[in-house]
């Protein structure tokens, strides 16, 4: 199995190499083999990506948005039509099924270059009459936005970074998880193809320091990160340092609210999707999922039944539904949280163990009777790993589901509607869903609250974090001027 690209890096409209930058190898997590070679970016690589951007970005923001608009539709549809080869790709790169890939991977990044495509010529700005005088106001771009990515979504994450900061008239400068660097390429290349000019789009590999390196560059106006909140917080610092403009879309602990009127069917299918769906690396997952009492031993039954009936196995095999995780670290950290969630009482109630073949494997993992203050209701795991908690009323579980430094994502299940509505309206989460999980189309904004982040991806509210407004005050008249 091969995934070598052309080039490690995209700069200035081409594939670009540079043998003297640290070796970077990209492993199959199915199988641990080595599938791509590539080197981080060096220091003259990271210049010339930041001065292709810098040099690039005052025409195409002086363009027609119709037409930025038009390359950004037909890279969707170039997208589309690569989707199958895209999605092997991302299946090699990051483990997750082909099944899914193929539905939520790619498919998702041409959404996003599908929708900002279209949202760029309906940007305006207001007029705000002033007597004789007027103002009005402008939307413009904020220049170069660097994105930084996670590798649970690589090629979801360069689009809804990319889409939006293109569409509106800005440069990108992109650095994928070193863990997976192989689609970015792709979406780049792909978006040159679509006539893309020179510049715009750059992808630079490498580890933590390249996007440190990046992070705190005078060439830079603004940071969107996707990671974990322990290097949001090093990011955030770094990019206040230069008073930049930051996205930051960061983990969480979720919760997911079943009551004992919800569809059984529906709330045990729920779950599974807030836990098990590529491996349970989704930083929205509802992990821990609150079940009342009266419905505990049917969710419970039910729950274990259509947990070890899902077909683990070579991901490249379309019939497979969970793959493994993204890494021999991962999946090392995942195991420890199930040892430490055994240690300290929760009940084991299906998984919990490696699978038996090579590749970073875990059995989706079931706990009950886990408590508020077991680690494994505190901590992000990123694994397919779900602590079930048991409620009786509905003050009791809205404070124990706030209780967390947390705040991306929330769930209900419950039939009476009204309930559902209330409970989400005192939920502190930024991307909520009633009976329903882990939906997170392009048109809805989506981010977290209090640690889980600042700004929000997708919808409307993109055009916030990726323009500045200039206002423009008119005098008409004479000026008054008291001296
Ligand atoms: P990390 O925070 O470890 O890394 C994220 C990215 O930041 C990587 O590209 C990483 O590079 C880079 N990085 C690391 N250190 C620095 C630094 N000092 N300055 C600048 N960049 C740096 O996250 P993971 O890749 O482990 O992803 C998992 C996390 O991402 C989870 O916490 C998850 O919840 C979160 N996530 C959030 C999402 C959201 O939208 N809210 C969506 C998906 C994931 P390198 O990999 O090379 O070290």
Redesign the pocket.
């Known amino acids: 199995m091969k995934a070598q690209p052309e080039a490690s890096h995209f700069i200035d409209g081409a594939f670009v190499e540079d043998k003297a930058g640290a070796p970077l190898e990209v492993l199959h997590p199915a199988s641990g083999e080595v599938i791509a070679r590539l080197h981080a970016a060096t220091p003259a690589l990271v210049d010339r990506a930041l001065n292709a951007a810098r040099r690039a970005q005052a025409d195409w923001a002086a363009r027609l948005p119709v037409e930025r608009g038009r390359i950004l539709r037909r890279a969707a549809d170039i997208m589309r039509e690569r989707n199958h080869e895209l999605s092997v790709l991302e299946t090699l790169d990051t483990g997750k099924p082909l099944q899914e890939t193929l539905v939520a991977d790619a498919t998702s990044g041409a959404d996003a270059l599908e929708y900002f495509g279209g949202f760029a010529p309906t940007v305006t700005g207001q007029t705000v009459p002033q007597g004789r005088d007027f103002i009005y106001t402008l939307r413009e771009p904020l220049g170069v936005c660097v994105g930084?990515?996670?590798?649970?979504?690589p090629t979801q994450i360069i689009c809804w970074k990319t889409a939006p900061a293109l569409a509106f008239g800005n440069a990108v400068v992109f650095?994928?998880?070193?863990?997976t660097p192989l689609s970015a390429l792709q979406v780049a290349a792909i978006l040159t193809e679509a006539g893309l000019p020179a510049g715009l789009i750059n992808v630079l590999q490498?580890?933590?320091d390249l996007?440190?390196a990046l992070?705190s560059d005078p060439r830079v106006d603004k940071v969107s990160?996707?990671?974990?909140?322990?290097?949001g917080r090093?990011?955030y610092a770094?990019a206040a340092e230069g008073i930049r403009h930051v996205t930051m879309?960061?983990?969480?602990k979720s919760p997911l609210i079943v009551f004992d009127d919800a569809s059984l069917e529906d709330a045990v299918g729920g779950a599974m999707m807030a836990n098990f769906y590529s491996s349970g690396q989704v930083?929205?997952n509802g992990t821990r999922v609150f079940v009342q009492r009266g419905m505990k031993d049917r969710f419970l039954d039910r729950l274990t039944a259509r947990t070890e009936a899902i077909r683990l196995g070579d991901p490249l095999d379309e019939a497979t539904q969970m793959g493994p995780l993204v890494s021999e670290a991962q999946m090392q950290k995942v195991m420890g949280y199930i040892e430490g969630a055994r240690t300290e009482g929760a009940r084991l109630v299906t998984g919990g163990q490696r699978l038996n073949r090579p590749g970073y494997y875990v059995a989706p993992t079931v706990f009950a009777d886990v408590t508020d203050d077991m680690t494994i209701a505190r901590e992000?795991v990123?694994g397919p790993v779900m602590s079930v908690l048991d409620f009786d009323d509905e003050d009791e579980v809205i404070a124990r589901a706030n209780a967390t430094e947390f705040g991306?994502s929330a769930g209900v299940f419950t039939q009476d509607l009204a309930r559902g509505h209330r409970v989400i309206g005192r939920l502190q989460a930024g991307s909520c869903w009633i009976n329903a999980y882990n939906l997170t189309p392009v048109e809805a904004p989506?981010?977290?609250v209090k640690q889980?982040?600042v700004g929000r991806e997708n919808g409307h509210a993109a055009l916030e974090h990726y323009t500045q407004i200039k206002t423009v005050y008119v005098g008409m008249g004479p000026v008054d001027a008291p001296y």
């Open positions: 930084i990515g996670a590798w649970n979504y650095k994928p998880s070193e863990l490498g580890f933590g996007g440190a992070v990160l996707t990671g974990s909140v322990p290097t090093k990011v770094a879309e960061l983990g969480g930083c929205s992000e990123f991306l989506f981010g977290g889980s982040g």
